[in-house]
């Protein structure tokens, strides 16, 4: 097929990009299949038909256009937009996904030096964002499914890549979630199945690091997978319970306000272990997040510092969460006291053996309309206590490997390496 020359159209192509943008599919498949139409044209802008389908939003018009061999990374539009980037800026995530899975290419700029992740936030599509920055293409992972070099057997079987990647694409970090994507896949919830995960998980996140291009987000991310998988590998050996031990204890809330200790404790846990000093991503969000900021609305917990940094978003408390697992978009209340939400029924049971504790409270709460805002206030201010807590700590932690990095001149890794021994202090006492 003929190289497209910008805006030199022939009347069909002309008439495919008024079809795309008015949605008419039927039309658009008549005249893809018709040999007057190049899917890579170009119009005077140097947009493709597919860069028109992604910014006007329209995911069957651009899986239509993949099909007919629409070039995913076709760079010729005058400020070097790609479709990638008209995916982002419209909001879409499925388009994005759908791209991203075609293989467009994540790190190409724009004529200001913009990428698509970074044109996405530059507009406020931060749900696109993600999407883009937690991209990791099954290829990558299937690459440990073969033997390498002398290896005799691959390092992932390959009946695991299916669903370890499930587990590497999701965007909820919540750890109770990803405990549960283990769960669902029975073949995971096997020690040497967790063991193979979780190797092929670390080798992940140092490629990650190492790479050319370092994706601090990626390693970051792998990391942590790889410590739930851990984890769940210490329960599943303890006994056979199929992790729900694990599940009541990152649910399990403390008695004075229901906040979930253990998780906490666990994420931090995680962060601390971080093995390469080369990342400043959790030293900037660590910054953001100083105690002074913190404020109504702000809730610093290890797991908010974490989720910012990988998928860009802030945690807020009241935003429609589920109290279990963390999706987004729950919409089923606790019917009796009507403050938690919960996306499904067994969300709601799975919590419910140390939300009955809160609960009644919450009841008292609501019934005295007297008493709403002291009692309201007196919850925000333990919160804040540790709110505090974690932030002091998570600063400490910032500076200590700063220090490091400028006393040795070299990584701290091994420092924090080292206090991730003390596993049931929040606070690090090591000097
Ligand atoms: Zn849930
Ligand atoms: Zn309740």
Redesign the pocket.
Known sequence: MAASQKGDLSASERKILQVISAGDEQEASQLLASKDVRVNCLDEYGMTPLMHAAYKGQADMCHMLLQYGADVNCSQHEYGYTALMFAGLSGKTDITSMLLDAGAEKNLVNSVGRTAAQMAAFVGQHDCVTVINNFFSRARLEYYTRPQGLEREPRLPPRLAGPLHKIIMTTNLNPVKIVMLVKEDPVLVDVVALEKCYQVMDMLCEQCVKQQDMNEILAIKMHYISCVLQKCLAFLQKQDDKLDALVMNLLRGRDSDGFPQYQEKFIRDCIKKFPYCEATLLQQQVRIITPKEIGIGNDPTAFSVLNQAVTGQMTFVDADY?A??G?KG?EKRCSLCKAVT???LM?QKLHWFTHKKMCRCMQEQDADPEMDTPRLKELKDDESDLVMETANFLQELCLRAEKQVATAGGCPAELLACSSTSAEGPSCTHD
Do not use: G, L, M, R
């Open positions: 589920c279990t697992c999706e729950a919960y996306c499904s969300c």
